[in-house]
């Protein structure tokens, strides 16, 4: 479980008298997140989450919370982090920066059918044009600079065949950046956990804290690489909703294989990070690297042409 | 019925483009209300209220949005703003200015119980605290200054007792105003059905449009005014409740009888106003004006003591 800091409701309801969402009722710690603790929170005004900043710094807290903020008051359905009597949406509680922010509706699927998947397109497309107008910056955390050091941290722990496809890959993503392609702030790890569905409509798209400035062509290829693994037509299915709404140009379409290539080694890394150099207290069991390996040699062996 | 301006589906699915809200799937006018035309909004993203503006300036509609989206963002059951592309949530549509906010669920209370007036006055109380960070500024639109006016506007209809009323009333409230209360941006026109409750609790406020700064003791005496008429138990209630999240200090408890009256004689001020001389187009039926003069004389006959 992932709950680092633990809050008592007696310390909670104090500090809910620095807001204006009433009594608390209910606090209940979430296992699933291993960044954060976080706690779901029912007071007499509605249902909110609680989340302890464990380990993100403190700068980047404002860029996560107004970003959510600022999609939400477009009418995404997001996180909406609750300000207190101060106007401000970062707080601290129990020596950690904590945030209350609203808690939305719906479950997650894990076999997303077609539907789902255009579902998903058109609201990330949507997502897209709503975060044009957000004028914070944050480069992604995880992008080219990150996985230059995660490299150099896990290469001692990989074989011969892995440390080559892994150097090989850094290599051909170092010659396949793509500065003109439409970016802004992306929400940079929309997998299926983190997409809320109630009566076959996305209710919330959730987790914010790997957000960050890219393209928004990373974005798609982080979903897809998770959403339709399995199936081509789904995954054009999500491409065609998602043209729909914002449509691609061709630059983008003539970058599609390379960005699904640089988001499955993406996770690669973090996965072969987490695995290798877990952090101290983590107690969730890292995910199997080898599933984004193998990804990753599959997208080498055929790339995905663009197809929407 | 109070559709003003209509507006047609290929006009609002259009406009809707504007917008991350997803697609047009209903719009249905809303019949209630008599300054502004309402629709009810449904796409596939959820559920809106488009509001056109008909009649309210158009310098001040910022404030009631700005507020609104300052309440939501503090928790408070009201409705949020969306902001369009260009990151605005004023727009224009046939013509007249026009907002989307977010549609609550919950239906008004006419006959409200204790339980329900304690969740009002609590409610209330948060809202005024949350209401104290935001720095806009719009002087109460139905304030003293606006009593004067309408006074000689509809003294011409009066009988001479009414009239006499209204001018004693005046001279009374101008010997009775109290600059040092707290104050802040209040709603001002809180009655049964600008609240919807679910499950017994208070799931939203709505209609701002009459929201300016004023004495947060004037918000009360509105509230008490509507809710409590008939049950001194329950205005008791609703204020023990209030005084619970926001301590009301002695200045406000010498002030309280006064402002009953005052909040009594704004609306028997703008019901005889719309009653003698209504807008062209306004098809809905004027409140009868009787109602707030028989209140304020009661009011001015029993004084209504602090009690809470």
């Not at 392609?181 to 914010?208: C, K, M, Q, T, Y």
């Amino acid at each position: 479980m992932s709950v680092y800091t633990s809050v008592s409701e007696a310390q909670l309801g104090d500090w809910l008298k620095n807001y204006s969402v009433g009594r608390l009722l209910e606090c209940e710690p979430i296992k699933a997140g291993i960044e954060n603790t976080n706690y779901f929170v029912t007071t007499t005004q509605g249902r909110f989450v609680l989340t302890l900043f464990e380990r993100l710094p403190a700068e980047e807290l404002p860029f996560y919370l107004d970003l959510m903020a600022h999609l939400a008051r477009h009418g995404i359905p997001c996180p909406a982090p609750i300000a207190n009597l101060a106007n401000q949406f970062l707080g601290h509680l129990n020596g950690k920066p904590a945030a209350l922010v609203t808690r939305l509706a719906g479950t997650s699927i894990e076999k997303p059918t077609r539907a789902h998947c255009e579902e998903l397109g058109a609201l990330l497309a949507r997502m897209h044009l709503a975060a044009r107008s957000f004028s914070a910056y944050l480069e992604n955390p995880r992008g080219p600079k990150w996985w230059r050091f995660a490299a150099k941290e896990v290469a001692p722990f990989l074989d011969a065949p892995r440390r080559a496809l892994l150097e090989k890959e850094l290599a051909f993503q170092a010659e396949h950046r793509f500065p003109d392609l439409p970016r802004g702030p992306v929400h940079a790890d929309l997998f299926r956990d983190n997409a809320l569905f109630h009566e076959e409509r996305i209710s919330g798209v959730i987790d914010f804290y790997f957000a960050g400035v890219d393209t928004f062509l990373y974005d798609i290829a982080v979903c897809v690489n998770d959403w339709c693994l399995d199936s081509p037509a789904n995954a054009k299915a999500l491409l065609a909703a998602y043209h729909a709404v914002r449509p691609l140009n061709d630059l983008e379409r003539d970058a599609w294989s390379a960005t699904l290539r640089a988001a499955a080694l993406r996770f690669w890394l973090s996965r072969l990070y987490d695995f290798h150099l877990p952090r101290p207290g983590m107690l969730v069991h890292a995910h199997d690297p080898e599933h984004f390996r193998k990804l990753l040699e599959a997208r080498i062996a055929k790339p995905a042409p663009w197809s929407a």
